[in-house]
C-alpha cells in the first residue's frame, strides 16, 4: 500500500488537479496534504504584503476545502526549507510516493531538481504531471526547432498545434484518504491526528536555528521592503506552529500569519482589508460570474479594456493572481470562456490574441522562453533574448558572477528618479496613481503597467527594466518569474517588441479612457478638485487655479521630476543607437562590460541631468512646463523633435495584436525602421525651432 505526500505549491485548489487526481489514484493507506512554507520566498524574493495575504488566505481555503472532504484532515503548513524537510518527513513517516505539480520556471526548477534528488535517494518515487500550464512547457520547448527561445505566439502557435489539445478539467475528488503514521490506526479527529503528527516530528531542527536566517532579506524595511521597521519573523522559530503571538499554542499545522512574518498592512500602506480576496472559492465564484455574461466572453478584447479603472470594479476578469497561485485551474478557465462565447449569438466577437484564449497563450509564450534562457531571463546580463541598452542603475555584479545585493548606489539623478517613481511622487498623475494603487491594491490594469514601465524605462528615465520588474515582483498579486520579466523585456523593447518610436504620452493617454480623472482623483486625492483641463498635467494649471483646488504645485504635490518630452527624444535617440548595435545580454562586449561605454560614445549621452530649471522645493513652474511652452532639452534651448504640436506616437501602445517574431527578427527591425523613418519625416515638415540642443535632437 502506498503512503503519499501531497505537495502542494503553485495549486491550491481541488477542483481540476491533475497532479492530485494521479495521487488519489495510487489509492493511498495514507494522505498527507503539505505545504512547505519555504524561507526562500520569505527572504530571498521580494514578497510584499499583499500578496502574502492572498498566499495565506487561498491555502486557509485549501485548508478548509480539505477539511470539508475529510473532516480528519487539513493542510498540513510545516516551516523550512523543502529540501532540508521533506528528507526527514519521508523517513519518519514512511512515505512511498511524493506527487505535485509540475514547475519547471524559476526557483522551483532548482528547488524540485534537488528535492527529486534526495526522494530518490530515499527510495520515494516522484510523480509529476502537468496543471499549471495548458500545454507542457518542456515538452513546446523540446519541439521548438528554430534554435532560440519563444519569443512570439506565432512561433507557439505552430508548435501547439500539433500537440493533443488540453483535457477538459475534472471535477474535484469526492474523498480524500486520511494521514495516519507508521504503526497507527486512524486517529478518531482532526486534533488527535495534529497532535500525533506533531509528536512525529519531535527533534527536526527549526529553520530559524539551523541553517537561520540569510546575511541578506530583501523584504526588510532597510533594504525597502514591506516589513516593519521592527518586525521580527517568527513563523520559523517552530517546524509546524504555532506562530507567536497571534495564534494558541495547541494550534499546529496552521497556516502562518502576517504578524509572524514581521507585516501589517498599515505600515507599509496597504489596504485594510484585501481589494482582492484570495482563494479557490472565490476564483470560481468570479470565474462563473464573467462567464454569465456570454457577451462580455465572447467579445473580450484585453487592448480595448479600460485602464482608468479599481480593482474592485475592474474592466478586465481580473483572474490572474488565482491563476498564478492555482486557485483556478487554467483548464477550467479556457475551456469555461470558450463555451461561455459559443453561446452567444451577437457579432464582434474577438480571436488570439485579444481574447481569453490569446491572453492565455502569452503566459505560456513567457513560460517557454523562461524555461529555455534559465535564470538569466531575470536580468539583461547572460540572456539571451534581451537586447542590451546602456540603461541607468543596471544590475551590479561581484567577482563571483553574481548579483550583487542590495545594489550598489548609481548615479544621484537616476536614483532620485527612481526613489520619485517608487513613491509615486514623480509629479506626472497618472503615474503617480497608478504607483499607489499598486502599492495599496497589489493591483492595476495591464495598460496602466504598460505607462509605468513605458515611463520609467524607454519613455523617459532609461533606467534598467530590472529595476521595474524588482519593483513589480514586490507589490503585484500576479507576479510570476515568466510573464513578469517578459513584459518588462516586452514593454523596453528588450525582447517580443521592438516598435520603440511608440511611447505612452503620460496626459494624452490616459485622456483618452477618462477625461475626468477619476483614478488620479482617488489615488492623488491632493488633486481631486482640479479642473478636467489640468488633472493630467496640474503643473500647466496656472496659480489661481492651482489656489482654487487648494493643491499649490511644488508645495502639496510635486513639480515634475522631468521634462516629459526631452526626455523621450533622448531616449529614443538612445534606442535607436541600441538597435543598430545589435548587442544582446549574451554579447561578448556586453559580457565584458565594454558595452556601455561603446554605446554612449556614439549617442553622447553620459549619465543624465536635471532640468536647468531645477524646481527644488519652492513651487516655482519651471518654463518647459509652463502650458503653451515649447518643450526644452536639459540646456534650456528648444527641442524640435520634442515640440511637436501632435503627439501621435506617443498616445498610445496597446499590447500589441501581432508580436514581432523571433525567429525574422532582422525583418521585422527593417520594417519597424522604416515606420519610426517616416514618423521623423513627417516632423521635419512640421515648423522647426530655430535651435536645438544636443539632448533634444532628434532620435
Given at each position: 500500500m502506498s503512503r503519499v505526500i501531497y505537495w502542494f505549491r503553485t495549486d491550491l485548489r481541488l477542483h481540476d488537479s491533475p497532479a492530485l487526481q494521479a495521487a488519489l489514484d495510487l489509492k493511498p493507506e495514507a494522505f498527507f496534504p503539505l505545504w512547505c512554507w519555504d524561507p526562500n520566498y520569505i527572504y530571498k524574493h521580494r514578497v510584499g504584503l499583499n500578496r502574502f495575504r492572498f498566499l495565506l488566505e487561498s491555502m486557509q481555503t485549501l485548508s478548509d476545502n480539505i477539511h470539508k472532504v475529510n473532516n480528519k484532515s487539513q493542510l498540513f503548513v510545516v516551516r523550512g526549507d523543502p529540501v532540508l524537510l521533506l528528507p526527514e518527513l519521508f523517513k519518519r513517516w514512511k512515505i512511498s510516493h511524493l506527487v505535485f505539480e509540475k514547475d519547471v520556471n524559476g526557483y522551483a526548477r532548482d528547488r524540485d531538481r534537488e528535492v527529486i534528488k534526495l526522494a530518490e535517494k530515499a527510495g520515494v518515487k516522484v510523480v509529476m504531471k502537468n496543471g499549471h500550464h495548458l500545454y507542457d512547457i518542456e515538452e513546446i520547448v523540446k519541439k521548438n526547432t528554430t534554435g532560440k527561445p519563444i519569443t512570439s505566439l506565432k512561433t507557439l502557435q505552430g508548435i501547439v498545434s500539433s500537440m493533443p489539445q488540453p483535457p477538459r478539467p475534472i471535477e474535484?475528488?469526492?474523498?480524500?484518504?486520511?494521514?495516519?503514521?507508521?504503526?497507527?490506526?486512524?486517529?478518531?479527529?482532526?486534533?488527535?491526528?495534529?497532535?500525533?503528527?506533531?509528536?512525529?516530528?519531535?527533534?527536526?531542527?527549526?529553520?530559524?536555528?539551523?541553517?537561520?536566517?540569510?546575511?541578506?532579506?530583501?523584504?526588510?524595511?532597510?533594504l525597502g521592503g514591506q516589513r516593519k521597521k521592527d518586525g521580527k519573523v517568527t513563523c520559523y522559530e517552530t517546524v509546524d506552529g504555532p506562530d507567536a503571538p497571534e495564534q494558541k499554542k495547541e494550534e499546529h499545522f496552521t497556516v502562518p500569519t502576517l504578524g509572524s512574518l514581521g507585516m501589517d498592512p498599515k505600515s507599509c500602506g496597504a489596504q485594510e482589508k484585501a481589494a482582492v480576496p484570495g482563494g479557490e472559492n472565490e476564483a470560481l465564484r468570479r470565474l462563473e460570474e464573467k462567464c454569465k455574461e456570454k457577451g462580455y466572453m465572447a467579445t473580450f478584447s484585453k487592448p480595448k479594456t479600460s485602464p482608468s479603472c479599481d480593482a474592485t470594479e475592474p474592466s478586465t476578469t481580473l483572474l490572474s493572481p488565482f491563476l498564478k497561485f492555482g486557485c483556478l485551474s487554467i483548464r477550467k478557465i479556457w475551456y469555461d470562456s470558450i463555451d461561455a462565447a459559443k453561446e452567444y449569438k451577437g457579432g464582434n466577437k474577438t480571436a488570439p490574441p485579444e481574447n481569453m484564449e490569446g491572453q492565455l497563450l502569452f503566459r505560456e509564450m513567457y513560460a517557454c522562453a523562461e524555461f529555455a534562457v534559465g535564470d538569466a531571463y531575470q536580468h539583461i546580463r547572460g540572456n539571451s533574448i534581451s537586447r542590451y541598452m546602456d540603461w541607468y542603475l543596471p544590475t551590479e555584479y561581484g567577482k563571483d558572477g553574481k548579483p550583487i545585493e542590495p545594489r550598489p548606489r548609481g548615479d544621484e539623478v537616476s536614483e532620485k528618479r527612481l526613489e520619485a517613481f517608487r513613491a509615486g511622487q514623480t509629479g506626472f498623475p497618472w503615474i503617480d496613481a497608478g504607483i499607489r494603487q499598486l502599492r495599496l491594491q497589489g493591483w492595476c490594469h495591464h495598460l496602466m503597467r504598460h505607462s509605468l514601465a513605458s515611463f520609467l524605462t524607454r519613455g523617459q528615465c532609461w533606467i534598467s527594466w530590472e529595476r521595474g520588474a524588482e519593483m513589480f515582483e514586490e507589490w503585484l498579486l500576479d507576479w510570476d518569474p515568466n510573464a513578469n520579466a517578459g513584459n518588462w523585456m516586452w514593454l523596453s523593447c528588450s525582447a517580443f517588441f521592438s516598435q520603440f518610436f511608440r511611447v505612452y504620452g503620460l496626459a494624452t493617454f490616459p485622456q483618452k479612457y477618462d477625461s475626468h480623472g477619476t483614478l488620479i482623483r482617488k489615488y492623488c486625492p491632493e488633486l481631486k478638485d482640479y479642473p478636467d483641463k489640468f488633472i493630467y498635467a496640474p503643473h500647466t494649471a496656472p496659480l489661481e487655479v492651482q489656489k482654487k483646488a487648494k493643491c499649490i504645485i511644488g508645495k502639496d504635490y510635486p513639480l515634475p521630476i522631468l521634462d516629459e518630452k526631452a526626455e523621450k527624444a533622448v531616449c529614443l535617440n538612445r534606442m535607436k543607437t541600441a538597435y543598430a548595435a545589435k548587442y544582446y545580454g549574451t554579447s561578448k562586449e556586453v559580457l565584458d562590460g565594454k558595452a556601455e561605454g561603446i554605446l554612449r560614445k556614439q549617442h553622447g549621452e553620459s549619465h543624465p541631468q536635471p532640468p536647468k530649471e531645477n524646481p527644488g522645493t519652492n513651487n516655482k513652474i519651471p518654463d518647459w512646463a509652463k502650458a503653451g511652452v515649447e518643450a526644452t532639452g536639459a540646456t534650456g534651448k528648444k527641442d524640435q523633435k520634442a515640440s511637436a504640436s501632435k503627439d501621435e506616437d506617443e498616445e498610445e501602445e496597446i499590447q500589441p495584436e501581432n508580436t514581432d517574431d523571433h525567429d525574422h527578427e532582422e525583418e521585422q527591425e527593417e520594417e519597424d525602421e522604416k515606420r519610426g523613418t517616416k514618423r521623423e519625416a513627417e516632423d521635419e515638415k512640421k515648423p522647426k525651432s530655430n535651435s536645438s540642443s544636443k539632448r533634444g535632437k532628434k532620435a
Open positions: 474535484a475528488p469526492k474523498s480524500i484518504p486520511s494521514p495516519v503514521l507508521p504503526g497507527k490506526k486512524e486517529a478518531k479527529d482532526l486534533q488527535s491526528v495534529l497532535a500525533e503528527i506533531h509528536t512525529s516530528l519531535e527533534g527536526v531542527p527549526t529553520y530559524h536555528k539551523k541553517p537561520g536566517p540569510p546575511k541578506v532579506d530583501l523584504n526588510s524595511a532597510e
